[in-house]
């Protein structure tokens, strides 16, 4: 957002609500909804709890929802298009729009998709976001690494028939039982 002190205007309702919905308290507190959210979809998982308390954990997860729905849509007034100009943005707003399509009849399936949102973490914690920033820039390393790996596995699995292929046939008999068993 553009600093509305050096321009002399008075910040307008865009700005403020960009800078209150980018605020630090604000974003913690939706961190905090996210995990939360995770530990009740966790719930969710099992029977006893579903029994005893599904009806809570349902309105619990749409109360989740809709703060969740409620930051996107102060962020897509605030931001206008800018909003879809970040990468983190644009996977926000497709793990929340996955959680709003009905979950009924051949589109239940996407109800597992809803722990996706614990996700949006990464867009949250900055030393999360470097991370995974990093890790992308060393993926085409990390097909050198798999080569690398791969070679090992292949010496020793041979190592591995030579010397107790017939001592023990199942797990070293033949070079593809003796990857297996490395594996």
């Known amino acids: 957002m553009e600093d509305p002190v050096s321009t002399g205007a008075p910040p307008t309702l865009r700005e403020r609500l960009g800078n209150w919905i980018e ?49 996107i849509g102060i962020k897509l007034y605030a931001f206008r298009l800018r909003f879809f100009r970040s990468g983190w943005n ?24 809803r ?22 820039r060393a993926l085409p390393s990390i097909g050198w690494i798999v080569v690398l790996m791969l070679m090992v596995f292949y010496i020793f699995a041979v190592m591995g028939t030579k010397l107790f292929g017939e001592q023990f046939p199942a797990y070293f008999g033949h070079l593809g039982a003796s990857l297996y068993s490395l594996f």
């Open 23 to 71: 605020s630090p308290p604000v974003q913690n507190l939706i961190i905090a909804v996210i995990i939360f959210n995770a530990i009740t979809l966790g719930l969710e998982t099992s029977a006893v709890v579903q029994e005893h308390a599904g009806g809570l954990l349902l309105r619990v997860e749409q109360v989740v929802l809709a703060i969740f729905v409620v930051e």
């Open 90 to 113: 644009n996977f926000d707003f497709v793990i929340v729009a996955i959680a709003l399509i009905p979950a009924s009849g051949p589109l239940a399936i996407l109800r597992a998709f």
């Open 115 to 136: 722990i996706l949102r614990i996700l949006r973490l990464v867009t949250k914690i900055t030393r999360l976001r470097h991370l995974v920033e990093s890790l992308i």
